[in-house]
């Protein structure tokens, strides 16, 4: 079956055309340079963005794929969570393209899309149950799975995600949007200096980071106060963030397996792209017996093959021929 995928549900515009699995394209245009200047995503220009750069990644797409259009099985697009207003334009996409080309619509969810990209090109299939963890730019959610596409959801940020955490202590050190590159290129050359809290360690699975941005905060602006800036060693401070979060993230995916037996571990969403996070959730891992999914770093941001993988196991979900 040939599925194509639409994902536009931030600054991303991206395409995806698979085979059953198998990857034949992944198009994808980033908005960053454009956004960077504003310091973060303004909605009205990302979906201007994603109107002007539909044409082009859709024909190379196509072409990369080597895939005619009537050779198209299934239409599959983003249809949440993400800015509504960019939302739209992906969905009159794909409703456009399924009545031109008279293909059924499949609608996705773009979180449970972080989820299943580790299973993009990947010969192994996830053991159940499964614990899942989202980390991105505006989502930080826990997911507990018995079987494909059931998700019970655990917990989830009540403020602030981890990306925002990222992206607005990054602004705080006077760099810019994306955080999460930044914090962990200044952390390379860090050590863990500055206690920082540990923010919602308690009998939840909810996460709370408005906190600890609130703690750095503080420390910079001591030291201002101080106008003593220079002792202000912005490597180690992002160093203590990076390790702050991955405590953390650690403490509720042990507080889980302490309480449930769980075969598999699956991390999705743009900030699995920071190597010390995934290192160290890794390492907490290695000794349990647990297998840790993550995807490929050019599936971890944003992009339609994570859309179009969960299409294709919704589709086996509904096949009289397929059995998970």
């Avoid at 334009?89 to 969810?109: D, Q, S, W």
């Avoid at 590159?181 to 980071?209: C, H, Q």
């Avoid at 297998?291 to 299409?311: E, H, S, V, W």
Wanted: with cysteine.
């Amino acid at each position: 079956m040939i599925i194509l995928a639409v994902e536009t549900s931030c600054d991303e515009t991206s395409i995806a055309v698979l085979e059953n699995k198998k990857v034949l394209s992944n198009i994808t245009i980033s908005q960053i340079w454009e956004q960077q200047k504003y310091g973060g995503i303004v909605p009205d220009l990302a979906a201007k963005l994603h109107l002007e750069n539909m044409q082009e990644v859709l024909k190379k797409a196509l072409a990369k794929a080597q895939i005619e259009q009537e050779k198209i099985d299934y239409i599959a697009y983003t249809e949440k969570p993400g800015l509504v207003i960019c939302l739209q334009i992906g969905k009159v996409i794909a409703e456009t393209l399924a009545l031109y080309l008279n293909k059924p619509l499949i609608p996705c969810n773009h979180l449970e899309g972080h989820i299943y990209a580790s299973l993009l090109e990947n010969t192994e299939e996830w053991k159940f149950p499964v614990l899942a963890l989202v980390i991105s730019g505006g989502h930080t959610q826990l997911y507990y799975l018995k079987k494909h596409l059931d998700f019970e959801l655990l917990g989830q940020t009540l403020d602030d995600a981890v990306g925002e955490c990222l992206d607005k202590v990054s602004l705080l050190l006077g760099y810019t949007y994306p955080g999460g590159p930044v914090i962990e290129k200044l952390a390379l050359r860090g050590k863990n200096t500055y206690p920082l809290p540990l923010t919602k360690l308690d009998d939840t699975f909810d996460f709370s980071f408005s906190g600890l941005k609130t703690a750095v905060r503080r420390i910079i602006e001591r030291k201002k106060f101080e106008n003593n800036l220079t002792q202000l060693n912005i490597n180690d401070l992002a160093y203590s963030l990076q390790h702050t979060l991955a405590k953390i993230l650690t403490f509720k995916i042990k507080k889980f397996l302490n309480e449930n037996k769980i075969n598999t571990v699956v991390l999705g969403g743009g900030v699995i792209a920071n190597k010390y996070l995934t290192d160290y959730i890794q390492k907490f891992l290695q000794d349990k017996n647990i297998k840790l999914f993550l995807p490929q770093r050019k599936y971890c941001t944003d992009n339609a093959a994570m859309i179009g993988i969960l299409a294709y196991y919704k589709l086996m979900k509904t096949s009289k021929n397929f059995s998970f």
